[in-house]
């Protein structure tokens, strides 16, 4: 029986920050890649953030960057243990409070969202690390304790960068701690292979292109690969699996770590109702007012269930194909599964990305298109934006509601820190919740769940078991040197574009140039030698 896994997040605030700056800075210059996830104060108009023109796209994530800000920032440091068991990893997270010192806007839904998810807004203002946005504005990046030195920290470190649904992310972090962010796309992406030379990985496009999963938000994919990995665990075979190890964390230290604690799923034995929209995209404008189950374990096992049903349906097409007999008109809906449950990623040999992203049709049609969960601007789905991983940043409508922030913040408190002494092992078996109906007890429980620290480590998660199932399954998998550990060569440089068949590719074009400002930062962080 697999057991519950407990993941500790240190909380970094203002008033703990220099203190624990020593082992974050050793945390991230000996991990062997990072995770970072962030919670925004809002994301604009969510119809320019789908626009058909990438470029178009960019530029309103742009005035985004530029007009709100990163509430609060994880960062996941999954180091590889040479001593252990294939595949095993030191996991130290990290969820920095920040406090923007300049005006921003922040949006009325994004609050709601938030504040649903167990975001304090009272503790951001009041112990928030404070920074400034843009270019450097008196101090210099590479040195103090700050966060825009530890991003430089970050860079120096030369780590594989891993986000889920990365392009906002990347686009806020550069403005945020970096400097202004360039006018053109590819002066943009031409800095950012650049920065980040080791690479950098987008789970959402992982989780659709390599892993083909029913669905891609972030918690269904964390729980859907936590769950693959644990029964390999338990099956006693040689099915790919990965281990995660945690510090311990003793006398004072304590105080700061936040225990997140991810039950082992069981089965279901009940018929609960599940909310299709949350089943589809991770997220429901209900929010824990739905009457509906919005329980992610219930919809990966009733997801499982019908791909065995549709495997079965079409084998027995197939015998009645060969048969001569006459095959049945193919259903679209699963048994036991919500009618409009779109099962997008399904592997089907004959279906294509592009069939199966015009296959998407929003359940639940509403005005205007929105973001996922996974903030996904889906024209299909509809949908507000954030519930996952990603998603604690923003939500639905868009009402630039102005709201002046200056420099005191705190967000939540809560991760943990890095001195941490023994390794506490996790097996990186189960870690997920139950599936009887939704109360409200349990919403409100499930309330804190989504926070930047703990997203980062479900991001760096879902990447460590693609890693070692693409690996030990040989799908595309290339002899690499040790160094470069066995990562993901097909999803390299790849950053998902909600609505496109084909991802944005991260690297320099010979018609582009990198930014002045981006020369000048890269002279500072590694002294020319880039």
């Given at each position: 029986?697999?057991?519950?896994?407990?993941?500790?997040?240190?909380?970094?605030?203002?008033?703990?920050?220099?203190?624990?700056?020593?082992?974050?800075?050793?945390a991230?210059?000996?991990?062997?890649?990072?995770?970072?996830?962030?919670?925004?104060?809002?994301?604009g108009n969510?119809?320019?953030?789908?626009?058909?023109?990438?470029?178009?796209?960019?530029?309103?994530?742009?005035?985004?960057?530029?007009?709100?800000?990163?509430?609060?920032?994880?960062?996941?440091?999954?180091?590889?243990?040479?001593?252990?068991?294939?595949?095993?990893?030191?996991?130290?997270?990290?969820?920095?409070?920040?406090?923007?010192?300049?005006?921003?806007?922040?949006?009325?839904?994004?609050?709601?969202?938030?504040?649903?998810?167990?975001?304090?807004f009272?503790?951001?203002?009041?112990?928030?690390?404070?920074?400034?946005k843009?270019?450097?504005?008196?101090?210099?990046?590479?040195?103090?304790?700050?966060?825009?030195?530890?991003?430089?920290?970050?860079?120096?470190?030369?780590?594989?960068?891993?986000?889920?649904?990365?392009?906002?992310?990347?686009?806020?972090?550069?403005?945020s701690?970096?400097?202004?962010?360039p006018?053109?796309?590819?002066?943009?992406?031409?800095?950012?292979?650049?920065?980040?030379?080791?690479?950098?990985y987008?789970?959402?496009?992982v989780?659709?292109?390599?892993?083909?999963?029913?669905?891609?938000?972030l918690?269904?994919?964390?729980?859907?690969?936590?769950?693959?990995?644990?029964?390999?665990?338990?099956?006693?075979?040689?099915?790919?699996?990965?281990?995660?190890?945690?510090?311990?964390?003793?006398?004072?230290?304590?105080?700061?770590?936040?225990?997140?604690?991810?039950?082992?799923?069981?089965?279901?034995?009940?018929?609960?109702?599940?909310?299709?929209?949350?089943?589809?995209?991770g997220?429901?404008?209900?929010?824990?007012?739905?009457?509906?189950?919005?329980?992610?374990d219930?919809?990966?096992?009733?997801?499982e269930?019908?791909?065995?049903d549709?495997?079965?349906?079409?084998?027995?097409?197939?015998?009645?194909?060969?048969?001569?007999?006459?095959?049945?008109?193919?259903?679209?809906?699963?048994?036991?599964?919500?009618?409009?449950?779109?099962?997008?990623?399904?592997?089907?040999?004959?279906?294509?990305?592009?069939?199966?992203?015009?296959a998407?049709?929003?359940?639940?049609?509403?005005?205007?298109?929105?973001?996922?969960?996974?903030?996904?601007?889906?024209?299909?789905?509809?949908?507000?934006?954030?519930?996952?991983?990603?998603?604690?940043?923003?939500?639905?409508?868009?009402?630039?509601?102005v709201?002046?922030?200056?420099?005191?913040?705190?967000?939540?408190?809560?991760?943990?820190?890095?001195?941490?002494?023994?390794?506490?092992?996790?097996?990186?078996?189960?870690?997920?919740?139950?599936?009887?109906?939704?109360?409200?007890?349990?919403?409100?429980?499930?309330?804190?769940?989504?926070?930047?620290?703990?997203?980062?480590?479900?991001?760096?998660?879902?990447?460590?078991?693609?890693?070692?199932?693409?690996?030990?399954?040989?799908?595309?998998?290339?002899?690499?040197?040790?160094?470069?550990?066995?990562?993901?060569?097909?999803?390299?440089?790849?950053?998902?574009?909600?609505?496109k068949?084909?991802?944005?590719?991260?690297?320099?074009?010979?018609?582009?140039?990198s930014?002045?400002?981006?020369?000048?930062?890269?002279?500072?962080?590694?002294?020319?030698?880039?």
């Amino acid at each position: 029986m697999e057991s519950s896994l407990v993941v500790p997040v240190i909380d970094v605030q203002n008033d703990n920050f220099k203190e624990l700056w020593p082992a974050m800075v050793v945390a991230i210059k000996t991990s062997s890649f990072l995770a970072l996830d962030t919670e925004l104060s809002g994301l604009g108009n969510r119809k320019s953030l789908l626009a058909e023109s990438i470029e178009d796209r960019y530029k309103a994530i742009c005035h985004a960057a530029r007009s709100r800000s990163i509430l609060s920032l994880g960062i996941a440091c999954y180091k590889k243990l040479d001593n252990k068991a294939a595949d095993t990893y030191l996991v130290q997270v990290y969820n920095l409070t920040l406090l923007c010192s300049e005006e921003y806007i922040i949006e009325p839904q994004s609050v709601h969202f938030l504040v649903q998810h167990g975001f304090d807004f009272n503790k951001q203002y009041a112990h928030g690390i404070p920074y400034c946005k843009g270019n450097n504005k008196g101090g210099s990046d590479d040195q103090g304790v700050h966060i825009r030195a530890l991003f430089t920290e970050l860079l120096r470190a030369r780590k594989p960068l891993v986000l889920h649904n990365g392009l906002i992310d990347m686009a806020f972090l550069y403005q945020s701690f970096y400097a202004h962010l360039p006018e053109r796309l590819a002066t943009f992406t031409a800095d950012l292979s650049e920065m980040f030379p080791a690479g950098i990985y987008d789970t959402k496009y992982v989780t659709e292109f390599e892993l083909r999963l029913t669905a891609s938000y972030l918690e269904y994919a964390y729980k859907k690969c936590k769950l693959d990995n644990s029964r390999s665990l338990t099956s006693g075979g040689t099915r790919p699996h990965v281990h995660v190890e945690f510090c311990q964390y003793a006398g004072h230290m304590s105080t700061y770590v936040d225990y997140r604690v991810c039950p082992a799923v069981a089965s279901a034995e009940a018929q609960t109702v599940i909310c299709p929209r949350f089943s589809a995209f991770g997220w429901c404008s209900n929010g824990t007012q739905c009457p509906l189950s919005h329980d992610t374990d219930l919809i990966i096992l009733q997801d499982e269930k019908g791909k065995e049903d549709k495997r079965k349906k079409r084998k027995r097409h197939r015998e009645k194909r060969r048969g001569g007999g006459d095959v049945a008109e193919d259903s679209s809906i699963f048994n036991g599964a919500p009618e409009n449950k779109i099962a997008h990623m399904e592997v089907d040999r004959e279906e294509t990305p592009d069939d199966r992203q015009k296959a998407t049709a929003d359940p639940c049609p509403e005005t205007e298109p929105l973001m996922d969960s996974d903030r996904n601007s889906q024209h299909n789905e509809g949908e507000n934006m954030k519930t996952d991983s990603k998603e604690n940043r923003v939500c639905e409508d868009n009402t630039d509601s102005v709201t002046t922030a200056t420099a005191d913040e705190d967000t939540n408190t809560k991760t943990n820190t890095e001195d941490g002494a023994e390794n506490s092992t996790g097996d990186g078996g189960e870690a997920l919740g139950g599936h009887s109906a939704r109360t409200d007890a349990q919403k409100t429980a499930e309330a804190g769940t989504h926070r930047a620290g703990f997203d980062a480590f479900m991001t760096g998660y879902v990447f460590a078991y693609s890693c070692t199932l693409v690996k030990k399954e040989g799908v595309g998998a290339v002899e690499e040197t040790e160094a470069e550990q066995s990562w993901l060569s097909t999803c390299l440089n790849k950053v998902y574009l909600s609505g496109k068949a084909a991802p944005l590719n991260v690297v320099k074009s010979t018609f582009s140039k990198s930014s002045k400002a981006h020369m000048q930062k890269m002279e500072m962080v590694w002294g020319g030698r880039m």
